[in-house]
């Protein structure tokens, strides 16, 4: 009978002799002769070291000692043909092959599950051979691999889990997930309880329970990403090109100002968006501003100065508009000339029903406005509308 | 049982008569004894203006009310628990004797000791959840005003209103130092800060509420009667923490519209030819490129013209204390350094409720004006209260608080002059 290194040699030797055939009937000139003679050696090596290999028995059993042959390693047939290599290849090539006209996540994952496997595989084939003790080999394996495979299949586990969780919380509605939380969280206690209560469970009993709740909340988990998340709202992104004007109307004196952007960082702004200093709103072509602690909508409020406060402005009409803050005109003297710029600060142009942050200082007091440019809150094209600023 | 041996008669018959023991325990008792008193009468203070436990308002009341049963069920549950824990350390003692028997596990027990805890919080909670939100409740307001912190000082602007008073409030009013309030009127504060982060406690009259730059947060307050209820920054914000305080100054309703509107009249320039007149010269060339005086008017080209400060191209905070009626306040620089004497701050504070609005609206009268303090600070601020505010400490070219403006003693005397008149 063969021994494994034999079959490995004479494959070689037979591998060797058919390429250096192909290429003495494909190649002609010089090339030709040193390939066929390069092959030919190569053949010959592989042969001799293929009668060596063969009659040693892979050097794992001395020649002096020809009964052991039947006991050695070598001599012994694998612990069995087994399917799952070829199941987790298959896999990884499918994963493979689908992510890369997919996405590229399957891809990687197709690329881990094929390593693992070949990982996995190869572990497996070595150790199956390390001894003639097939008891000996398992624990050899299981030695080796467990500590990879029991935290890695740990992990996957856990996420799984918590995958399927989120997805459960995110497509219930905002109500409807505490109520399942707290459901849920009952369960848990309830069961806890029962078994805390029992002098004795049954080992299999826990198993089935943990089972069929691991079960659910996978499938479930696996049901609701299906479904998709129920909608959630985003929080306004500025463009640089949104951010260019403070006004719309073409005609207005105020181009040549230097514009400021707000809600830059918008997700970072949601805990001041529970405290402005006022809400003003927009609704039905009227702009108004409501103050906690003042009964109904106002047409003025007062700043502090040199204060930076943040009003959140909502828009509730169809029409988008861009809320501005009017703190007076600053003027600077380049080359004895007067050049007046206004302060204007304008949040995003927003649609409707959106909501933002307008972060507005007013430095100086209202007291040095010009009588007919009072500090204001206004929205560029609604004329009429305007929420008057006193900065005391 | 225990192999230790005996003591012996004689051993016995010495310890009867010298009993060192007793000692002792009589030694420790008497340590425990006054260190417990030491910590009762560190308690005690004859005058406490910022003592939590004798509210002046409803909102006070409420945290009262709230607190004292809390700290007597805490206190009965310390008490037990350190009770039974000194018990068993004295009544269990090792004296050489066996380990007694281990049980493990008494349902009856850890059952009473779960529910005990829970109802005991379940009570605390409800009643601290109600508190909570009766505090919160900003519906009912009948006043409103903007509080903002700076370093180091406070400000308070009395925005227009229908509130405060029975005819509103139609011209706003900026203060600081003290925040005046009509008593039995829910205020409502709108609390903020141009810096850092603050927190304003008149502990008399409500709890804390932190000042949060870029962040309007509300706190209810409401006085019984009339009265000057003192209070302290509760948020260590910098160098001058410690000096920066407040005070609320509750006025009936009367007293109150006349305050306010002292607040809003008409400025009126000191006589010309006198020190004060020239001190207005000195304050608009000094003082007022961050000081505002409101209406306050200089002549240029023969035309009037307001003279409008400007602390924001001065100021880190980008705004300094309006003195337009300083002299209707008691202290200056957050409070800190009294305008008054400190007889007539005693006769003030000490005033009964009926006579206390009558006695401050009189403001700082030439006889209770304490001279120095203001003096000292338009010398020197700095020296007074550390500030950062020297020169080279400056921040993008800006002072953080009043620095030293080396005014010559002359210029102090037309300064304070000037200062003296703003009523």
């Known amino acids: ?392 | 049982m225990s192999e230790r041996s005996q003591p012996s008669s004689t051993e016995e018959t010495r310890s009867q008569v010298t009993n060192p023991r007793g000692h002792r325990i009589r030694r420790a008792v008497l340590a425990a004894g006054s260190l417990a008193a030491l910590a009762l009468l560190a308690g005690c203070a004859k005058d406490a203006p910022q003592d939590t436990w004798h509210p002046a308002g409803p909102n006070a009341e409420r945290i009262d009310n709230l607190q004292k049963p809390v700290f007597l069920i805490a206190g009965i549950v310390g008490v037990i628990v350190f009770g039974a824990v000194g018990y068993c350390i004295f009544k269990y003692r090792d004296r050489g004797q066996d380990i007694p028997e281990q049980t493990h596990g008494k349902p009856w027990l850890e059952i009473m000791l779960t529910i005990i805890p829970a109802v005991i919080l379940l009570f605390v909670g409800v009643f601290t959840v109600s508190t909570v939100f009766a505090l919160a409740k900003t519906s009912d307001t009948q006043c409103i005003i903007n509080v903002t912190g700076q370093q180091w000082w406070w400000e308070y602007d009395y925005p227009v209103q229908d509130g405060c008073l029975p005819g509103g409030i139609t011209t706003p009013i900026v203060t600081s130092g003290e925040l005046v309030i009509p008593t039995q009127t829910r205020i409502l504060l709108h609390v903020t800060s141009r810096d850092v982060i603050h927190s304003f406690w008149i502990p008399k009259l409500n709890g804390k509420r932190d000042a949060v730059p870029g962040r309007d947060q509300t706190l209810r307050m409401e006085a019984d009667g009339p009265g000057m209820y003192l209070g302290q920054c509760t948020e260590f914000c910098g160098l001058s923490h410690a000096r920066m305080r407040m005070a609320a100054v509750g006025l009936d309703t009367a007293d109150f519209a006349s305050w306010a509107e002292n607040q809003v009249a008409t400025y009126t320039p000191p006589d010309e030819g006198t020190l004060a007149a020239t001190g207005q010269s000195t304050f608009v060339a000094q003082c007022s490129r961050c000081h505002q005086v409101n209406g306050l008017t200089v002549d240029v080209n023969g035309v009037s013209t307001p003279v409008l400060s400007n602390p924001d191209q001065y100021e880190v905070s980008g705004a300094a204390p309006n003195l337009t009626n300083l002299m209707t306040r008691t202290t200056f620089a957050g409070a800190t350094f009294d305008l008054m004497t400190p007889q007539c701050l005693d006769k003030l504070q000490s005033a009964p409720p009926d006579q206390f609005g009558a006695l401050y609206l009189q403001g700082v009268t030439p006889d209770c004006f304490d001279e120095a303090n203001l003096r000292s600070w338009i010398r020197n601020a700095p020296a007074m209260k550390p500030m950062w505010a020297s020169e080279a400490d400056k921040v993008d070219g800006k002072y953080r608080g009043m620095p030293d403006l080396n005014l010559t003693e002359t210029q102090i005397d037309e300064v304070v002059a000037y200062l003296q008149l703003r009523k």
């Not at chain 1, 994952?109 to 001894?131: F, K, N, P, Y």
């Not at chain 1, 207005?252 to 968006?273: F, G, M």
């Not at chain 1, 108004?288 to 009003?311: M, Y």
């Not at chain 1, 402005?313 to 809320?323: H, I, M, P, V, Y």
């Open chain 1, 1 to 392: 009978m063969l021994t494994t290194g034999s079959k490995l040699l004479l494959g070689g030797t037979v591998l060797s002799a058919l390429t250096a055939v192909v290429w003495g009937v494909t190649s002609s000139g010089a090339s030709g002769y040193v390939g066929v003679i390069g092959l030919v050696s190569l053949a010959l090596a592989f042969a001799l070291l293929f009668g060596v290999n063969a009659y040693a028995r892979d050097c794992n059993v001395p020649v002096s000692a020809p009964d052991a042959a039947t006991a050695s390693a070598a001599a012994k047939h694998p612990a069995g043909p087994g399917v799952w290599p070829a199941v987790a290849g298959l896999f990884g090539i499918g994963g493979i092959a689908l992510g890369t006209f997919t996405k590229p996540i399957v891809f990687k994952a197709g690329v881990i599950v094929l390593l693992a496997a070949l990982v996995e595989w190869l572990v497996q084939a070595w150790s199956e051979r390390v001894s003639a003790d097939a008891e000996y080999n398992a624990s050899l394996r299981k030695r080796v691999l467990h500590p990879l495979e029991m935290p890695l299949l740990g992990a996957i586990g856990i996420a799984v889990m918590i995958y399927s969780f989120s997805r459960i919380m995110l497509f219930l509605s905002k109500s409807a997930g505490p109520i399942a939380f707290i459901i849920v969280g009952v369960l848990i206690l309830a069961f806890a309880t029962m078994f805390a209560l029992q002098p004795t469970v049954k080992r299999g009993v826990i198993i089935g329970v943990c089972a069929i709740g691991a079960i659910g909340l996978v499938s479930a988990g696996a049901a609701m990403a299906i479904g998709g998340q129920r909608r959630i709202d985003r929080h306004p992104i500025t463009s640089d090109d949104d951010s260019a004007q403070c006004l719309r109307d073409e005609n207005d004196v105020l181009n040549n100002a230097e514009y400021e952007e707000i809600e830059r960082h918008s997700s970072e702004r949601v805990s001041a968006k529970s405290s402005p200093a006022a809400e003003v709103v927009l609704e039905n072509g009227k702009l108004t501003a409501h103050i906690v602690g003042v009964d109904g909508p106002q047409t003025a409020i007062t700043i502090a100065r040199s204060n930076p406060v943040n009003l959140l402005f909502t828009n509730r009409d169809a029409e988008k508009s861009r809320l501005t803050a009017f703190a007076g005109t600053e003027v600077t003297t380049v080359n004895d000339v007067d050049i007046k710029t206004d302060r204007l600060t304008c949040t995003t142009l927003l649609k409707q029903n959106a909501q933002t942050l307008l972060t507005v200082s007013f430095p100086k007091t209202s007291a040095s406005a010009a009588p007919d440019a009072p500090f204001k809150l206004f929205l560029p094209g609604l004329d009429g509308q305007e929420i008057l600023v006193t900065v005391p």
